[in-house]
Every structure is written in C-alpha cells, then in structure tokens.
C-alpha cells in the first residue's frame, strides 16, 4: 500500500513548475491515499483555494486534509476572529478534522489551527482525547495522526504548537504509530520512544511547492506499507524532477 504525504503548497506563493511535477510524479506513483497537512494556500483568498481544487481534482487515490495556520485570513481580522474558516468550509470541506480506515491503516487528521495567532497552534483538549479514543480499537493496522502544526523542536526553528508537553504525554500513552506534520519548511524525519518502550515516527514534511523553504528543497514523502513494515522516502525536487533523498524504516 502507498501513501503520500504533502503539505505547505502556498498556492499564490507556489512554483507551478513544481506542482507539474509533482502531478506527474502521482500519476506514476498511483497512491491510494495523499495526507495534506496543511497551508493549501499562501493568503486564503477565493482564487488561491480555487486553483488549489483544481490541483486536488487531479491527484489519484483517496485524499485527506486539514487546514493550517495560512487557510485563515491574515489581514481581514473581522472575518478571521469571527469566520476564519470561510472559505476552507466553502472549497474544501465542512469538516476541520478528518478520519479514514482500510484493511491496512486507521487515520486522524485533526485542525491545530488557532485563528487568534498568526503562525502558532494548539490542539484542543477535545483533540487529545478523540486520538486515544479513535486508535483503541485499531490492532493490526498502521495508526496515522496528522496535523498542521510540529510539535519537535529543532534548532533555530521555533516550536508552534502551544501545547507541546500536554500532547507528548499524551502520545506517549497512546497507539499512534507515525504522525506527520508541516509548517517549518523543513524535512526531517526522527523517532521517539513511547512508555511502552516502542517507537511511534514524526515525519515533519518540508514544502512540497512553496518559493520559501527552510531546507532549501521542496519535497514530500512517499510511505510503503508491507506485512507490518513501513517505508518511508523523501523525495525532493531537483532540476525538472523529484529524486529520492532519503529512506527510513519503520516496524508496526
């Protein structure tokens, strides 16, 4: 089984040479299912989300979503203290939060965004219990969580997500197996350990299209799923193509 996971497009800020590739680099991959964590769009505004429907139409398999910090309005405070997800209601879905199980997998996606602070987030106390509560009951599968906002904190980079301590306890006690995240611009994958002496992946994507990354690459990940191992691929864009970067393992 193969999943993609992007995040931080910033259509209105986004190289349309890299969105290209990367269409093209779906269509070969064939995924059944794309994570989107996030930053569909650079400013929020109606043609931003309309050409990023466009994109999202074309893309294979199942594809799940969550906003983040640059789907709500940034210069608009009326509209983004009293309605910031408009327009994310309008061309996306009603939903923040979203949820998928196969034979091989159990998803959460869950909205980190805090419309009252330009680039911080927070997941609620509500969130924290729907991802003990919905990873329970799911043996023998992959459990994937997936937000906006990163919660690891890496040198020179700030640490967005308000409720750090509270969430890596909470994790730590629960069946999340990887969690994939954006915001930073940054790429990098690492791995904690539970209480229960097992592991659990943090894939922190980079940009998949953005003019402005951290890393200096633009990129996504590329996760293979086969009797109870995972692996997980970075590929970044180089000249006219994505080539692959890096690979990790991951048992389940």
Not at 33 to 55: M, V, Y
Not at 108 to 114: D, H, I, M, R, Y
Not at 158 to 167: A, C, I, V
Request: with cysteine.
């Amino acid at each position: 089984m193969k999943i993609i996971h992007i995040s931080d497009l910033h259509f209105g800020l986004h190289r349309q040479e890299i969105i290209h590739g990367f269409l093209i680099e779906a269509a070969a991959i064939q995924p059944e299912i794309i994570i989107i964590s996030g930053d569909l769009t650079h400013r929020a505004r109606s043609e931003q989300f309309r050409d990023l429907k466009a994109f999202i139409s074309r893309l294979p398999g199942k594809i799940l979503i969550v906003p983040g910090n640059h789907d709500v309005p940034a210069f608009d405070l009326i509209q983004r203290f009293l309605t910031p997800f408009d327009k994310y209601r309008h061309f996306i879905s009603n939903s923040m939060e979203v949820s998928y199980e196969n034979e091989s997998v159990r998803i959460l996606g869950l909205n980190s965004v805090n419309p009252y602070s330009i680039k911080d987030g927070k997941l609620s106390s509500d969130s924290l219990k729907k991802i003990e509560t919905y990873f329970s009951e799911a043996a023998n599968k992959l459990n994937i969580l997936f937000f906006h906002h990163n919660f690891q904190h890496f040198e020179g980079l700030h640490r967005p997500l308000s409720n750090t301590s509270e969430f890596i306890k909470s994790l730590k006690k629960s069946a999340v197996h990887l969690i994939c995240t954006g915001h930073l611009h940054y790429a990098n994958v690492s791995f904690l350990e539970k209480n229960d002496q097992e592991s659990f992946a943090l894939l922190h994507a980079g940009s998949l299209s953005c003019q402005r990354t951290c890393d200096d690459r633009n990129s996504f990940y590329l996760i293979e799923i086969e009797s109870g191992e995972c692996t997980i691929e970075l590929r970044a864009y180089e000249p006219n193509r994505f080539n692959r970067k890096e690979i990790h393992y991951y048992r389940f």
